[in-house]
């Protein structure tokens, strides 16, 4: 039995310890705003926060998350409640296919929330550069980035 | 209607708007189809059902794959029923109730599809409108509609709303192609950026895609792939998982997968089983890949275009222009591994998958299982964007030959290997091109040759399923329509373009978007670029020369407006230093029968590494009526950064037996710091048909790049990708 904090909740689990964590994210816990893309660490898709940390979870054990606090997309917000980054991303219609999407709003999560001050276009692309999307939606999703950080009073 | 189980529901947020769309709970969805809602595509009931409600249902066989069709055709369909836009609802990709309207490719979706729901939107008024009048008793032409409601003009509180009229009965029409469609000027949905339902679910992780789907009592598995493209299965050692709980092997010759009540067992068994392949090392050598392809057999020449004397007025030209260009093989590089849902059973298969062709899909099911199409039932749910036929039909024939041989519902999932090992392929295209010019520098013959793979247009290519499982099939190859735009955009007196179509091609090959109009456009538009520099005239200013077409004028000097051109020939000799500044153009009219479109690339070349950075790009783009704003920008911005990707970075690596780029770190693609900045001008036509946005654009940048490359540092780039190993090569000459 594996014991997990996700989304504010502690949720006990009878999974294979190597069980990636993304797995029993989607298929256990039904949470589906993480997605696969990979598994292998590369494109961002499974991005979510541990500790406010961006961490692939198709590639962490979920025998090793111990007592880090998971956030998942769900986490965050909902179509009727959305967090200020999603705003953003609704906002800027930042997202055509959208399967890399949650991996874009989860990296931005943890870029905005350890930093002060809006961030620059620079700063924001170096941010993302390890979250692949194949559409090319790129310049809204930085769009909605800037927009995020606006929203949450980065700037103040 | 009022039966259906709705089980997925999304919302506008950002202008309070409200959309439905809904996916049919199973038990919902068998009623509906044993009800047996006409799908013929000659009929209005097929596209559209007015609900008692006051709602009004559409029908699709289309889908939306991320272009935004899922706002774009509601727009269309309520602009004609003057109708809100949130009393539609869209119900896209289920064969069962939508209209085959063909695959969503080739950009025809709104051109074809959304022409075809608005004309079926514009008979269901007429006959409204004509029903309205007996009830009313003052002809058509006295009546108004508003929101549904069909009114007396004189006097507005003399009305009959149209679920009054024919709430859940049907019209029992054909579509009529005389029907009146609204005067353009009078469009109030039609032209507006309306936002995409489909996003506050994505981004908040509520949205269904097929990767999140599931139904009772499924298995996962996953397909186990032979080491070798060719290599047949010898033997499988069962026992090599047996420590795994719940995992077991299934096979059909040699097909070979393993299945487990979860996800992770099954992919631990497929890494774990053991089994045995033949060898097999039939793909040429890599470095070879240009000498097979034209040694490869010709099956059949089809030329693109053949007017005036090429031949003598290029052998009696003052100068003599000729060039050799290849576009390498590519991947499509979904961000979501492929992924489908199968439950077969009791002569019956009801799929789940992402296809673009939900209607061809069945087909192919139908094949691989040997049962009849009218016992498969394909819906639609959503993946990762496909830009082309991908694995999505692979994985779907996968799932639906396993779960037949097991007899449960399954669900196949693609590893990031899978899919970029073996998606077919976008195929290596060869082009060589000559032309003979004046003393004035002016074009006065044009002669090109194409090697690419012969196309079954209307077949599908082999599945897997079928390959592995020793199904017979028809041996098709379909790389899509890769011969148009062959013929150049500009009316050359003298020309000649021949398309050799080889008899096979190394990979399994399907359409990527834009297949064969993005690698014929480049070669022709960096040729048109060479034959301008040696002319020694402005790029712009020497295309200008040709074009005739007043629309294809206004977007190549629209671009050039936008990109501020700064007019004189290629290449600028005015720089020293490490880093090279140069701007490239590129124009095409799409398939020479649609979408115009223009652009400018800057970049940056450095010397030293040979790097090349697109920092800008920009479009001008006119599709004739724009449906939706802001979708035609996403569609332009997704073309130009995706073509980037493939035209500074992508190509396909092999060995003489599979695909060796099998991830992210060996098919690489752009990151967000080599993205560039999109800036565009669309040119709105609204009393124009509108046109294909999804494809036209991504023919620009690998020619554009290209001519910028030549303007900064004076090389010539024919060989896609420009990778810094190929600009030092063609450096040092």
Same mark, same amino acid.
């Given at each position: ?156 | ?14 202008? @309070? ?50 272009? @935004? ?8 369909? *309520? ?34 599809? @959304? ?11 007429? +006959?409204? !409108? ?47 192609? /005389? ?67 719940? *995992? ?33 090392? @039939? ?11 034209? /040694? ?70 139908? +094949? ?15 993946? +990762? ?14 799932? /639906? ?142 295309? !200008? ?16 407006? !936008? ?22 153009? *590129? ?23 040979? /790097? ?57 693609? !752009? ?63």
């Amino acid at each position: 039995m594996i014991t997990l904090s996700v989304n504010g909740k502690s949720r006990t689990l009878d999974v294979e310890p190597d069980t990636p964590l993304l797995y029993v994210l989607r298929d256990n816990l039904e949470l589906h705003g993480p997605k696969f893309g990979c598994g292998l660490a590369q494109c961002g898709s499974c991005t979510v926060l541990i500790d406010g940390k961006a961490v692939r979870s198709c590639s962490l054990a979920v025998s090793k998350v111990g007592a880090g606090k998971v956030v998942t997309l769900e986490g965050l917000g909902t179509p009727q409640k959305p967090h200020p980054i999603q705003q953003a991303f609704i906002d800027e219609q930042a997202a055509q296919c959208g399967y890399c999407i949650n991996g874009m709003v989860m990296q931005t999560a943890a870029f905005l929330g350890a930093r002060q001050g809006n961030p620059s276009e620079r700063e924001i692309r170096q941010a993302l550069q390890n979250n692949l999307c194949r559409c090319g939606t790129h310049q809204r999703i930085v769009a909605a980035v800037k927009r995020a950080a606006a929203l949450m009073g980065k700037g103040a | 209607m009022a039966t259906l189980e709705t089980t997925r529901r999304e919302f506008l947020v950002g202008t @309070g708007a409200l959309v439905v769309s809904f996916s049919l709970a199973p038990a919902a969805r068998a009623q509906m189809v044993g009800a047996g809602k006409p799908v013929a595509p000659d009929q209005v009931d097929s596209f559209l059902a007015v609900g008692k409600n006051g709602t009004v249902t559409m029908y699709t066989g289309k889908v939306d794959i991320g272009t @935004g069709i899922r706002v774009a055709l509601p727009q269309m369909v *309520a602009e004609e029923l003057d109708l809100p836009l949130d009393k539609i609802q869209l119900i896209e990709g289920d064969t069962a109730l939508t209209p085959d309207q063909g695959p969503t490719w080739g950009s025809l979706s709104v051109q074809v599809a @959304g022409v075809q729901l608005r004309q079926a939107a514009a008979t269901a008024r007429k +006959a409204l !409108l004509e029903m309205a009048a007996q009830r009313l008793g003052k002809p058509p032409a006295d009546l108004g509609v508003r929101a549904g409601v069909v009114f007396v003009v004189t006097e507005p509180q003399r009305r009959v709303s149209y679920a009054d009229l024919i709430g859940d009965q049907s019209f029992n029409l054909k579509l009529d192609p /005389a029907a009146p469609v609204k005067n353009p000027k009078d469009h109030t949905i039609v032209g507006q950026p309306v936002p995409r339902p489909d996003i506050p679910g994505k981004v908040t992780g509520t949205h269904i895609y097929i990767q999140d789907f599931r139904v009772p009592g499924m298995l996962h598995a996953r397909v186990v792939r032979p080491p070798a493209i060719g290599a047949t299965l010898q033997s499988v050692d069962e026992s090599s998982i047996k420590a795994i709980k719940g *995992a077991r092997v299934v096979r059909q010759e040699s097909f070979l997968a393993v299945v487990a009540d979860s996800e992770w067992a099954a992919v631990k068994a497929a890494k774990a089983l053991k089994a045995t392949w033949s060898s097999w090392e @039939g793909l040429p050598e890599p470095s070879k890949l240009w000498e097979h392809v034209r /040694a490869t057999k010709i099956a059949k020449d089809d030329v693109a275009v053949d007017r005036g004397d090429p031949k003598a007025a290029i052998a009696g030209a003052a100068k003599k222009v000729t060039a050799t260009y290849d576009f390498a093989i590519h991947t499509h590089g979904s961000m979501g591994p492929s992924c489908a849902v199968a439950d077969v059973k009791a002569g019956k298969a009801e799929i789940w998958s992402p296809s673009q062709a939900p209607h061809w899909l069945r087909r192919e099911v139908a +094949a691989t299982l040997q049962m009849d199409p009218k016992d498969v039932h394909v819906q639609y749910l959503d993946g +990762a964007g496909c830009y082309g036929r991908n694995g999505h039909e692979d994985a779907t024939c996968d799932a /639906a030959l396993i779960s037949k041989l097991i007899g449960k519902p399954v669900r196949v999932q693609w590893s990031r290997e899978d899919e970029h090992g073996w998606d077919p392929k976008g195929p290596p295209t060869l082009v060589e091109i000559t032309a003979g010019l004046d003393t004035q520098g002016n074009i006065v013959g044009w002669q090109s040759e194409l090697w690419v793979p012969k196309a079954d247009i209307t077949e599908w290519p082999r599945t897997l399923a079928a390959t592995f499982a020793g199904i017979a099939q028809k041996e098709a190859i379909n790389p899509g329509n890769i011969h148009r735009n062959l013929d150049p955009s500009y009316p050359f007196a003298n020309q000649k373009a021949v398309a050799h179509r080889l008899d096979s091609t190394p990979f399994r090959p399907s359409w990527i978007r834009t297949p064969g109009r993005m690698q014929n456009t480049y070669a022709n538009e960096v040729f048109i670029d060479e034959c301008a520099a040696a002319a020694g005239a402005d790029p712009v200013e020497y295309r !200008l020369r040709y074009l005739g077409d007043p629309r294809g004028i206004a977007v190549l000097r629209a671009a050039a407006n !936008l990109a501020k051109w700064d007019q004189r020939p290629s290449p600028r000799r005015d720089q020293s230093g490490t880093i090279a500044r140069g701007r490239g153009v *590129a124009y095409v009219k799409y398939e020479n029968a649609r979408t115009y479109c223009a652009g400018v690339a800057e970049v940056e070349v450095n010397k030293q590494t040979g /790097a090349i950075r697109c920092t800008r790009f920009y479009v001008a783009h006119d599709c004739g009526q724009i449906i939706n704003p802001d979708g035609v920008r996403a569609q332009i911005e997704g073309n130009i950064i995706q073509t980037v990707s493939r035209t500074l970075k992508e190509e396909l690596k092999w060995n003489r037996s599979r695909v060796t780029s099998v991830d992210w770190a060996s098919y690489p693609i !752009l990151r967000f710091p080599e993205v560039p900045e999109v800036v565009m001008e669309l040119i709105s036509r609204p009393s124009e048909p509108p046109w294909g946005v999804g494809e036209p654009a991504a023919v620009l940048p690998p020619p554009a790049i290209s001519n910028a490359v030549f303007d900064a540092i004076g090389v010539r780039l024919r060989s896609v990708p420009f990778t810094p190993d190929r600009v030092k090569k063609a450096t040092a000459g």
